[in-house]
């Protein structure tokens, strides 16, 4: 196992990092299975585990505290609030209302009294910078979290961030945490170079691209992932976007075969190529997936490979460019775009 400093923070973590979205209902994963899945994990060198509040309603946070009971100080603990947790208007967003509350609800569903790295899950339109930045500065001054950071956010909501940090006199966002794979390559135009520029450590979610790069997508076979039970329509071979990306994988296939790696150490060691990525989350549901992805945890590709994953997918492009979480509004609302 790698291991990198996180940003500018001092902590060094693993180059992999447990994601620990398909804890709990949402992978149809039970106590015990997480709690084998988190201690091999941990044997195989990962020293970071990233959850959130609403995986699984909660479920997932609780798993995971079961897991790290009696070793909480080997691991850098991570967790996320923004997104909802029901249907009360107000448990949701980046209001310093919520966040108190949804951290006080995840360190007890955690068992901890503190988590390492407290993350916003999206960015919140509705509320200011100075709003959110301050709840978090005075969360982590009271010991309830070490550092803060960001999760899909543009890379213009990024700088604005960081400046409202700095006017404010706060403390600022230390990560943030894209989306990125070989088939979603966007962040790279903007995202990753803004991260660079202001020294924040990077954790990629979906770098198997929901499941595209595990190598069970192949042309000519009956999709049956988790993943694609769970959106269909994203794995739907006549929408034009998938097609693109099942040309994609075979290429891509063609390619790990000639250099002598599975699919999946391809993906992951594509993403954890890019001088901006400090970790890689992956997201097993099965020990036999955590171990498949573990096989990835030194490789480092060559410049011929990369050079031909470029030629399959350009830099800086997103095949399924519908699907990016971190659109301005203005771009899917036609009333925010109209005087």
Known sequence: MQYRTLGRTGVQVSSLALGAMNFGRIGQTTRDEVTAIVDAALTAGINLIDTADMYSGGESEEMVGKAIAGRRDDIVLATKAGLPMGEERNHRGGSRRWLVTALDDSLRRLGVEHVDLYQVHRWDPSTGDEETLSALTDLQRAGKIRHFGSSTFPAYRIVQAQWAAREHHLSRYVTEQPSYSILQRGV??????VTEEYGLGVLVWSPLGSGWLSGAVRAGREITTNRSAMMPQRFDTAVPANRARLDAVEQLAK?????????????????????????????????????????????????????????????????????????????????????
């Open 188 to 193: 790279e135009t903007h995202v990753l170079p």
């Open 255 to 339: 390619v790990a075969d000639q250099a002598g790696l599975t699919m999946i150490q391809l993906a992951l060691g594509f993403v954890t190529a890019h001088p901006a990525v400090t970790s890689a989350l992956i997201g097993p549901r099965t020990l036999e997936h955590l171990h498949a992805q573990l096989a990835a945890a030194d490789t480092v590709l060559g410049a011929d490979v990369l050079d031909a994953i470029d030629a399959i997918v350009a830099p800086g492009t997103d095949l399924a460019a519908h699907e990016k979480l971190d659109t301005p509004p203005a771009l899917l609302d036609p009333s925010l775009r109209r005087r």
